[in-house]
């Protein structure tokens, strides 16, 4: 049974080729894995090897590496998202500086303003090449955290050509 | 003297759970305190009593002397631990106590004003001949002014806030070109988290090390040590990783630094638990960093190699008792090792994050502790410290240590919050790490090679296959839950009488 899930945020296809309570084999990528669980509910290959996992609701810590999984596809395109150039606040903090003014074209990955919060400084690059079209916020200001603090117009695609 | 039997802890989080630990050994009550919002958090769930401070600023809860004061009193305290960071190095705070008729746990507010002044606690070291960096701490604060004495130490250079401490206020200037805007900088910083922008200068050493000395002094002239703990592997000046011994240090060179801090404990008739911090360089020269005057948030590195509490012998001290073991009694034993765990994303520039922490995971592992503030289910907001966990471990030798820290990383999780787990475990695994080439700059020079990479097809297969096999939404493996996280210390406790009788 092929399906389409979405681990870490990206989009991914498998199928499943056999499974029953305590074991199962799947297809990924063109390889196929076998494994089956343990009686504490651990994972272990086809070797009867253990793998070291956790899982917590969608959260999973396997063999140290996290992974958050959705049985579905991608709602929408995460690319969607950055292609506006939307820039929220990771957290609550002031905005200290400013080095960007309304209509400037900036690259990818300037620095646009320094955020101070839990008294350090960070400084919000930008996610993409373009034009910034909206400043809500002036020095001194305190934000919230996920607060849109400055909006991005992607640059048109040929002007990146050149 | 008179017996403690009742304790206030006026702090949170995981070193309020530390101090509760012990005392309920030792039989002692414990009065908890907690900001709106903390009602259950395990330092607030878990005493044997437990109140309020009410919201908004840290100046009206945590910091609020009048009323943490006004609490003991009420609820018949004879003594305050501070724990460490907020009241801690607060000298008013120690006056304030005595002058209430309470025991505050730490040393007394005059050594803790010299020490706790960048300033003042080096021109005592001058005194009493400890090396300390060449640099300017004098009060002339002009920028050209300190362009020039750095200029006169020779580049690179450090700007420090005088008032400061955790990297707040410090700037590397490796060339004089940098330094004006540096200084605005540090300034700024300074500013903001102190309220003062006073600077020193210092000579900024190459390849260093941070070796710390454990100190312990009673009441009766007793200037005990405790070894080292190497902390060298920090980030912006936070310690993430601690142990003892530390890879650097022969037996003279072990015996020459703990000689020097006890001359300095001597010297000022220190009283309690306290570190020294000095800086190592390559060919084995030592300068006198600073000295925090209060328990450690890596002491229980040391707890790890000596088999000791270190919560109990300064409440012994706070008694007015002397130390329960003489300096030759005192045998560091195999290798303890610590990370902290924090609520950030090592792989979004380490900005915090936030969420639920679903689940701690468990281990059958023996000699390893978590100290932590949160339990399954617990909410990590951004404000407070984003330290959400220490894990701690010993071993026969350094390398055990190490195996077993990397295991217990992959065991524990946390799982749904994200930390910097996986930035812990690459940094055990670093071949520089493996060899003890352990310097301050450790995660700077190592920064590619600490990158994350993807995982691989295998892992995200593995992850497929146990969403299909395990229960939708259910918490599955071996997961921790409150009381074996107390559990954890309790095993220590074990390993302390296995290591003493």
Known sequence: MRKEWTVNGEPIQFEVLKQNAKSISLKFKEKIYHYSLREDGSLETDQNELIISLRAGDDFLIDGEDFNLVRSKPARLAAGKNAQGSLKSPMPGKILKIFVELGQEVDLGEPLLVLEAMKMEHTIKAPIAGTVKGLPFAVGEQVKSQTELIQLQALPAKELAT | MEKITKILMANRGEISRRVQSTCRELGIKMVAIYSEGEESLPHATEADQAFSLGSGPLSETYLNQKKIIDLALKTGCQAIHPGYGFLSENSSFTKACKAAGLIFIGPTPEVME????????????????????????????????????????????????????????????????????????????????????????????????????????????????????????????????????????????????????????????YLGAGTLEFMLDEFGNYYFLEMNTRLQVEHPVTEMITGLDLVAWQILVAEGKPLPLKQEQIMSRGHGMEVRLYAEDPDQEFLPSTGTIKAFGDSELRDWRLDTGYRSGNEVSTQFDPMIAKLIVWGEDRERARHKLIQLLKQIGPVGL????????????????????????????????????????????????????????????????????????????????????
């Not at chain 2, 497929?464 to 996280?485: D, F, R, Y």
């Open chain 2, 418 to 501: 994200v930390t910097n787990r996986h930035y812990l475990a690459r940094i055990l695994q670093h071949p520089a790490f493996i060899d003890g080439a352990t310097t301050t700059d450790f995660v700077v020079k190592h920064k590619d090679s600490l990158k994350r990479s993807p995982p691989t097809d295998e892992a995200q297969a593995r992850a497929l296959a146990l969403a299909l096999l395990s229960p939708e939404q259910k918490t599955i493996g071996a997961i921790m839950n409150s009381s074996n996280v107390s559990g954890a210390w309790d095993q220590l406790s074990g390993f302390r009488m296995g290591g003493r009788l």
């Open chain 2, 114 to 269: 010299l020490m706790g002044d960048k300033q003042s606690s080096k021109k005592k070291m001058e005194e009493i001949q400890v090396p300390l960096i060449p640099g300017y701490h004098g009060d002339r604060q002009e920028p050209e002014f300190l362009k020039d004495q750095a200029k006169k130490i020779g580049f690179p250079v450090l700007i420090k806030a005088s008032a400061g401490g955790g990297g707040k206020g410090m700037r590397i200037v490796l060339k004089e070109a940098d330094f004006s805007s540096a200084l605005d900088g540090a300034r700024r910083e300074a500013m903001n988290a102190f309220g003062d922008d006073k600077v020193l200068i210092e000579k900024y050493l190459l390849n260093p090390r941070h070796i710390e000395i454990q100190v312990f002094s009673d009441s009766h002239g007793n200037h005990l040590h405790l070894f080292e703990r190497e902390c060298s592997i920090q980030r912006r000046y936070q310690k993430i990783v601690e142990e003892s011994p530390s890879p650097a240090l022969n037996a003279e060179l072990r015996q020459k630094m703990t000689a020097t801090a006890t001359k300095i404990t001597s010297a000022l008739g």
